[in-house]
Each structure stands twice: as C-alpha cells, then as structure tokens.
C-alpha cells in the first residue's frame, strides 16, 4: 500500500514537472514571435533611415513616401516641388485665399442633377452651409436692398457652415462676363447665385459617404475619363485622367487631414490611416497630385501678365492692395522663375492630324464631369467640388485657349469667379502637397504599426487560448495550431 501511494506521487510529480515545461515553453514561443513582429513593423523606419541616399527617379522609397526624379510628363522634379511650394508657393497662397477678394465665391448650391434623381444624404449638419448675418460682406457685394434681416440669420449657428446670398454686379467692375467653355455651369447667370465665405466653410470630412459618393466617382472615371493602358504613350489621352486622379487625390488628403475623429465629442483631427489607405499607398495617385498641381501653377504664370494687371476690388483698399501685391510676388518670384521656369509644357499637346479631334473630345468630357457635380448630394461637397472643378476648367481655358480655337490669336478674358476658383484650387493643392510631404511617412509607419499590431493582438488570443488548454489536451509540438 505505501509503495503504490510512493508511485502515484511520483507520477503526480512528474506530471506537474511536464506541465511547467509546457507552459516554460509555449511563452518563450509567444515571447520571441512577439518580438519578430515589432521588428518587422520597425523595420521600415530603420531601413529607410540607412538607405535614405538611394535615389530611383520616379520612384518612391518605401517606409519615407519620398518622390525623386522628374514629374511625368511635367517639367519639374519632385524635390523642386517640395521645396519651391514650402518656402514660396503655400505661405504666399495661404495669404491670398484670406484677403476679401479671394474669400467670396459665387456659385450655384441648388441645381438639378441633369443624369438622375438626387438622393444623396449627408450624415452630419457640417455638410450643409446656411446664411450668416449681413454685415459680414464687404459693400461692393452688397445689393442696395439686402434680403430681409429674418432670412440672413444662421439658423444652425455655426460659423465654419455659414454664407451670404447677396447679389451685387458692381462686384464684377473691370471683369469679362464670358461663360467658359470648359465648364458646364453659366457663370454669368446671376439669378439663382449665392456668395459663399470659403474660410467658413473649409473642405474636411462631412459624412458624405455611401453608394451616392461613390456614384460621382464611377461616373467621372468609367464615363468621362477611363484609366489609359499601361503602355499608352499619347499625353493627350493621358492628361484629363492624371488631372482628375490628382485632385481625387488632393480631396482624400483634405479630407483625411481634418477629420471627425470623435462625434460624440467632436473632436476633429489628421486620421493618417485613412489618407494612407486612400492616397500614400498608391503612388501613381501621389504623382498625379504633383501633376495636377504643375499644370495649375503653369496656367498661373502664363496669365501672370493678366493677372497682374487685374482689378482687386472688394470695398476695402488696404486688403485689396495686399491682393494685388500677393499675387505680383506669386507670378514674378524670382525663385520659383529659377527652380521651375516651366512647370508643364501646354505646346506638346493637341499637335498632329488628331490632335484637334482630341481636345474637342476632352473639353466635352471635362464639361460632363463639370455637370456631374450638381449632382453631389452634400451641399458643401458641392461648393469644393464646383469651386475646384472651375478652377481646374479655368486652367485649361488659359492653357488651351477658348471654344477650340488656338488661343495664341485672342485675348485671354476671365470672370472674376474664374480667378478666385483658380487661386483657391492652386492654395488646395499646394496644402495636400504639404501634407503629404509632412505626415506621409508617419501615415505609412502607423498603418504598418495598426496591421502589424492587430496580428499581434491575434497572435497572443490564440496563443493564450493554446496556454489556457489542458496540457493533455494539446501536443507541445504545435501550439499555434
């Protein structure tokens, strides 16, 4: 009897010894895959701090979403566009968009969308805009009998959604009243027209989302502008989609860079993980950023002698003084005139037999996509979306000249509207550049630290499930299984 008592003891024994081995090692396996996941998450950062003197052209180092090399089919390259924009072209255009002149645009919010019924909804009160108080606008935008006191007070009382619908055609003294040919909307048709104070109503998230977004989206690419092949070598096939693709992307960083974080608490902020997964992960998006942004800056300094001769008037002389000088250091800087002289070279297009055919073909494309956006179901994405895409119309009415014919033999004539949506598209694009220069490494390393992450987190749950179960139950050659 105690001999049989001696041996179960043992047993017992030597089972407790097998089962802390067991456990011994099945954490010193979780311990060292633990450790080979944060190296592997690392190990972009560090790799692209040793070899950061690797140059590709056109090439992005993987880990920092740094450019090198010449924007295709631009004359500039990348590094040029960082630096002349940080130290030029943003501070000089965070100036302009403030002044009275550049702040107020004219536009049409309420239109009928001409190829279905709207039924797009917005999520949060920030997509729409209301009016704000009277007395915001400068007198030359006024009527002389504004709209009853009633009607003009922000029903929402909030600032960033606020706007003015006062009329006033002194506000077009020394401006051409030309409809653009590149664009859908009549510029000179007053009657249903609201002024709209962009510095209230910033491009960010709005909720707009869903199968009405994306709508939009389908419709300009698969209807008006298709992805060319891969080895298409005709830049006038090529130049309406990188257009297009650049500002899709400079939205998605603006988007992502001023984002409803928390709604309970309304806190707003960068979402990186989003501008990563929209923009940074796709390098032909971020080079069609630069490119749409080259072509935007080239249709500036070809009407510099326009522009700077142009009447700034918005009732007050001291502001619109600082217009006219903002814009003469944007069109003559001396460095921007070193580092890029040319940024896109207009005269390599439309040339040849077809070369007519094609721009007829991509003006009546431009002026669908132009039309698509009345039928943009948030209100505030309509006025970005309509301010931006005249802006990009204006410059390809300065770069390609009027109803098809060579511009070279007419004058160049601009609505004042044109000039402000120009200047404001140019500002937008100049900021997503600088975003993307700023947070697009840290964006790339925290989608790489969530991923890497989340299989971590995975890892250990089914590693403490394998730790949980009965020693018996599972063979010690397999814990992951």
Known sequence: MVEVEIK????????????????IWRWTV???????????SLSPWRYSRKFSFIRSPCRC???SHKYTGIVEDCCCDYETVDSVNEAVLHPLLQELVKTP????FKVKLWCDCPFWPDDGMCRLRDCSVCECPENEFPEPFKRPHGLPKEDLICQEGKPEAAVDRTLDAKA???WAVVDNPWTKDDETDNGEMTYVNLQLNPERYTGYTGPSARRIWDAIYSENCPK???GESCQEKKVLYKL????????????????????????????????YDRVLKHPERVQNLYFTFLFVLRAVTKAATYLEQAEYDSGNHLEDLKAHSLIRQLVHNPKLQAACPLPFDEAKLWQGQSGPELKQQTQKQFRNISALMDCVGCEKCRLWGKLQVLG?????KILFSVDGQEGRDQPLQLQRNEVIALMNLLNRLSESLKSVTEMGSSAAMDALVLQNSGKTVSLIQRLRESWMAPWWKKAPSSPLS
């Open 61 to 63: 180092s993987e880990g």
């Open 30 to 40: 979780v311990v060292a895959l633990i450790a080979v996941l944060l190296a592997t």
């Open 228 to 230: 060319y092949s891969s």
């Open 101 to 104: 002149f550049f702040r107020y």
């Open 244 to 275: 297009i693709s650049g500002l899709h992307s400079s939205i998605s960083v603006h988007i992502a860079t001023d984002y409803l974080i928390n709604e309970n608490t309304n806190q707003w902020g960068a979402n990186l993980q989003l501008m």
């Open 8 to 23: 179960s003891r043992k047993h017992a024994n030597g089972g407790d010894k097998k089962t802390n081995n067991n456990r």
């Open 392 to 396: 990009l119309g204006t410059a390809l």
């Open 172 to 174: 077009f003294r020394g």
